[in-house]
């Protein structure tokens, strides 16, 4: 259940139903239950195919050794084969891709030959490496139109002239509940008060997300921190792998930090939470950002392009650089001010209306897809 499913789901939601029939061609895993209903109950038929596979070389998925580059390889040709006897099958006037790292779905799609333009949905920067080149090669070369949920990302695709557009990730507010029990407990269990502020990560626990770094941070620089102040990194699992142990074991070091299981009761953690943390190390964008700023919560966050572009600087949100530790401890001791951090709230919630409502991004989407069916 991360980001990419849930805003295509709200992507499928936005659609004009008299005008689209949404139809989603899904991995086959196990454990996938979860995701599939997300698509039935947005609108859309699923069907589920076992060779659809990921060609990985983005920020958070890296396909860095030998086996994982091995792994895409012999995967390309069994996607792309699926992707023909779909597209051949279900005849769509329009192929969608939601991740850049399926450009032979778009193969696929093209070999199909029913002449379906092929749009891709840029959710993730692509290395800068020559693996991440020739994925952005693949990418250009199988597909015809590219929505990004940021410019940053686009931009490591190359260049694009009038092919792409920015449309951010819509938030559904509906969607967001917040029991005020639940909340209370919450801040209970983090030994808060009513003059604590809250920074809140929600985000898988992997190098690529930088709570490690953070949490040791926090255990090296508590005596430099504001007394009120709490983090809370909820994500983590049942899973025993080193990065998760180490993180766990560096929150445990501070007395201001404390490691939380991933849970599905998002709305509950974002209440609690008065400031959104997104601590990352690489480039890519924080659904919980923009969640945040849509139920106004200011959000500090790493100096990476991605995560720039989620907020108004300043006034929505502060940004840090890990390489210079006074930026964290000051930014901290800002957003300590309850006074100030609610103002910022105002800010969040009114740059989220602005770039991340679903009003506005469900005409962005309609109105593109337009586009695209008329230049067929």
Not at 319 to 335: D, G, M, S, V
Request: charged share 25%; proline share 3%.
């Amino acid at each position: 259940m991360g980001g990419a499913p849930k805003s295509l789901s709200i992507l499928i939601q936005s659609l004009d139903k008299t005008r689209y029939e949404p139809i989603v061609v899904m991995p086959k895993r196990k454990g996938n239950d979860d995701v599939k209903k997300l698509f039935l109950d947005a609108g859309a038929e699923v069907i589920e195919e076992t060779h659809m596979r990921p060609f990985n070389g983005v920020n958070g998925c890296r396909c860095d050794s030998f086996s994982d580059r091995k792994y895409a390889v012999l995967a390309a040709i069994p996607t792309a084969l699926a992707s023909r006897k779909w597209v051949r099958k279900l005849k769509p006037d329009l192929v969608h891709l939601n991740t850049s790292v399926l450009p032979f779905a778009g193969l696929g799609a093209k070999l199909a030959g029913v002449g379906a333009p092929v749009v891709t949905h840029v959710r993730e920067s692509l290395l800068r490496s020559w693996w991440g080149r020739i994925l952005a090669f693949f990418n250009r070369r199988f597909s015809d139109w590219y929505v990004g949920i940021d410019q940053s990302g686009l931009d490591t695709i190359g260049d694009l002239t009038n092919q792409s557009i920015v449309i951010h990730n819509s938030v559904d507010t509906s969607g967001i509940s917040i029991e005020k029990s639940s909340v209370n407990e919450l801040r209970t269990q983090f030994n808060c008060d009513d003059e604590t502020v809250v920074f809140g990560s929600i985000c898988r626990i992997m190098s690529a997300n930088g709570v490690l770094h953070f949490a040791e941070f926090l255990a090296e620089w508590q005596s430099k921190l504001p007394t009120n102040v709490r983090f809370v990194f909820c994500g983590f699992d049942d899973s025993n792998i080193d990065y998760v142990e180490s993180a766990r074991a560096a929150i445990e070091k501070s007395e201001c930090a404390f490691a939380m299981d991933f849970t599905k009761d998002i709305g509950s953690i974002l209440g609690a939470s008065d400031v959104i943390l997104a601590p990352f190390l690489t480039s890519h964008s924080s659904r919980a950002v923009i969640e945040g700023a849509s139920i106004g919560k200011p959000a500090l966050v790493s100096d990476l392009p991605n995560l720039r572009e989620q907020i108004s600087l300043n006034e929505s949100g502060l940004i840090f650089q890990y390489e210079q530790p006074e930026t964290i401890i000051e930014a901290i001791k800002q957003l300590s001010d309850r006074q100030k951090t609610m103002q910022m709230g105002k800010a969040a919630l009114k740059f989220a209306n602005q770039n991340f409502s679903l009003a506005v991004n469900k005409t962005k989407i309609n109105d593109f897809y337009s586009k695209v069916l008329e230049d067929k």
